[in-house]
């Protein structure tokens, strides 16, 4: 065994910790590191669901939709000096023009046939299922009419009144 340079010691002798590295700090995360961005991206998906909308929209937006046509197509008789009708029925609704003494659907994009979106139940009134609210060309109708739209507990009501205004009010 080899003796060290003061000549009491062999070389392989060590004092208590000398021979040892440095611990070095271990890389990564540490579980409750991880925790915390698991529950903030947690929270942060949440809030994002919770701001979607509804992929079918209001119900209420869905009667301001329906009102600003029926608004249109009051405008339109008044424009074209010639009656024109909105009908309406428990699974959507339309608008015809009056041609030749017969009513004719009207075909621009804006005034096709729409259906109510689904889950929307309306409500016209009318014990014959269907409505039919008729614009003079001065803009005057020829009854006023209440539509109710309900969906998932929501509810909206659009107004036909006889002076040919139109309104939609959460319901």
């Given at each position: 065994m ?8 062999p ?18 995360f ?7 961005v698991?529950?903030?991206?947690g929270?942060?998906?949440?809030s994002?669901?919770w ?10 937006d869905?009667a301001v ?6 608004r ?12 024109v009708?909105v ?6 609704y339309?608008?015809?023009r009056?041609?030749?003494g017969?009513?004719?659907p009207i ?5 096709r ?5 689904e889950g929307?139940?309306?409500?016209i009134?009318?014990s014959?299922?269907r409505v ?7 803009g005057l109708?020829?009854r ?10 929501a ?5 036909i009144?006889a ?5 939609a009010?959460?319901?």
């Amino acid at each position: 065994m080899p003796i060290s340079a003061a000549g009491n010691k062999p070389l392989d002798w060590v004092p208590a910790g000398a021979g040892t590295l440095p611990r070095r700090r271990e890389s990564g995360f540490t579980l409750v590191e991880l925790m915390v961005v698991v529950t903030i991206i947690g929270l942060a998906s949440a809030s994002v669901v919770w701001a979607m909308p509804d992929p079918r929209g209001r119900v209420q937006d869905e009667a301001v939709r329906f009102a600003a046509r029926v608004r249109a197509v009051h405008d339109s008789a008044i424009v074209e000096a010639r009656p024109v009708s909105v009908w309406v029925t428990g699974g959507g609704y339309g608008f015809d023009r009056r041609l030749s003494g017969g009513w004719t659907p009207i075909a621009e994009k804006p005034m096709r046939v729409e259906r109510w979106s689904e889950g929307t139940k309306a409500s016209i009134g009318d014990s014959s299922g269907r409505v039919r609210v008729t614009f003079d060309p001065t803009g005057l109708t020829d009854r006023p009419a209440t539509i109710r739209l309900d969906r998932d507990g929501a509810g909206a009501v659009v107004n036909i009144d006889a002076d040919g205004s139109v309104h939609a009010d959460a319901g």
